[in-house]
């Protein structure tokens, strides 16, 4: 892809405005949410994991952080970012079927009614899914959208559809990669872990290689708030150092504001971007390097 301008998130893709259901779901009951057994949206949602279970492997982790690494590709702000979302329905979600900027919006404003003084972490609502133009830059949704999980290791349990989609997985067959700790060691610390390639991890090394003026807190949300088998299932804790226990509950409270205010209605962007600009302003102003 060229290296400038954000037309080329465009290139391969047919703009379209999408005409937003009434799947939202205002009053949905908690334990109705992240049903992988059935809905009128799974087998979209189980052919995304089903691709992305095959091939996840080791190898392609590489591959992609080095591919993407150098950001060179192109030059944006983040909130020119943030309206190409307006393009991007996550085709892993079993929730929801409107476009991914009105979620980013719902999570923002959700942390900042209920942590109104801590506007780092409202700014980390806004941004935590902008790695998903990832989808627009002609990327897979398997390897943009869903939950994460540690590859190079055996797959645990709480993996979503552990039991039925890694069979074909390349790395299933080697057992370098199929014992409890594989390729780590007890305790290396997440940061030593290679995760499944997604736009957690993309955003995760945009905010690292700009220099997001934002605490420690926020980067561990935005590369771990997909880690589903982490923070809510309680595996690979054997992995974990003590900063990543200590960092945990920090990605427990955004995952109530990331999952639950799905079905809250949805925002008015319009009405809202002043306030966010202000925080992009102060966090990670001007075009950044994607």
Known sequence: ????????????????????????????????????????????????????????????????????????????????????????????????????????????????????????????????????????????????VGDTFPVGCKVQESVVLWDSTFHNNPDAKNPLYNTKYGIYQPNCGLENVLMSWGHDEYMYQVMKYNKFALPQEAYYVIRFHSFYPWHTGGDYMHLCSEEDLKMLPWVKEFNKFDLYTKGDGLPEPKELKPYYQSLVDKYCPGQLCW
């Open 1 to 144: 892809m060229a290296a400038t301008g954000r037309s080329t998130f465009h290139r391969d893709l047919t703009l379209r405005r999408f005409t937003v259901q009434a799947s939202v779901g205002n009053g949905k009951a908690k334990e109705a949410f992240r049903n992988f057994q059935d809905g009128p949206l799974m087998e979209r949602v189980y052919n995304t994991y089903l691709r992305m279970h095959t091939n996840q492997t080791v190898d392609f982790v590489r591959k992609k952080i080095k591919e993407y690494g150098a950001f060179s590709r192109h030059r944006m702000t983040i909130m020119e970012a943030l309206d190409l979302l307006d393009n991007v329905v996550d085709e892993s979600d079993p929730d929801i079927d409107v476009p991914n900027s009105y979620h980013a919006y719902q999570t923002a404003e959700g942390i900042r009614k209920a942590h109104p003084d801590t506007d780092w972490f409202h700014l980390v609502g806004l941004i935590h899914d902008i790695g998903k133009i990832l989808a627009l830059a002609g990327e897979p949704q398997w390897a943009v």
